[in-house]
């Protein structure tokens, strides 16, 4: 065994140029980032999302467990030519994320925006329950 071989680091293998397991572009299942905030009557959700093209969106609501989840694909495909050679660049990566949102009101629908590479999505805030009456104990 070389000596150098016992400084290269395990997850690039026998002599491998890449690790096995490349991470793809920063997107992992929470590589979406957001804002969400409240209004006295919305619930306002922001994520951005650079690079991404509208029909690669999915926005979905989970009216029983209050969820608002959203899925994107990124595609980028790129193509250079000059005298000597052709290179080709391939990027493909997905992102996921739900968030549980409890002042929406979900049974009044929500409105979906996607402009600049940012998503807004907004539901009309549900109203608070009573907060709670005193108990006499007998």
């Known amino acids: 065994m070389s ?3 016992l400084l290269t680091p395990p997850e690039y293998g026998s002599g491998q140029l890449m690790p096995r397991q490349v991470p793809t572009l920063g997107l992992g299942t929470s590589g979406i980032r957001m804002d969400i905030s409240e209004t006295p009557d919305k619930v306002l959700l922001k994520a951005d999302m650079p690079g991404i093209k509208k029909e690669d969106i999915k926005v979905s609501t989970d009216e029983e467990n209050k969820t608002l989840s959203i899925e994107a694909e990124r595609k980028y495909e790129k193509e250079h030519e000059d005298e000597e050679r ?3 660049e391939r990027h493909f990566g997905k992102m996921q994320r739900t968030v549980h949102l409890p002042l929406a009101d979900f049974n009044k ?27 006499t104990i007998s």
């Open 3 to 5: 000596p150098s071989r």
């Open 86 to 88: 052709k290179i080709f």
């Open 109 to 135: 629908g929500c409105e979906a925006k996607f402009e600049n590479g940012v998503l807004c999505v907004c539901f009309p805030k549900a109203e608070r329950a009573a907060k709670g009456k005193a108990v």
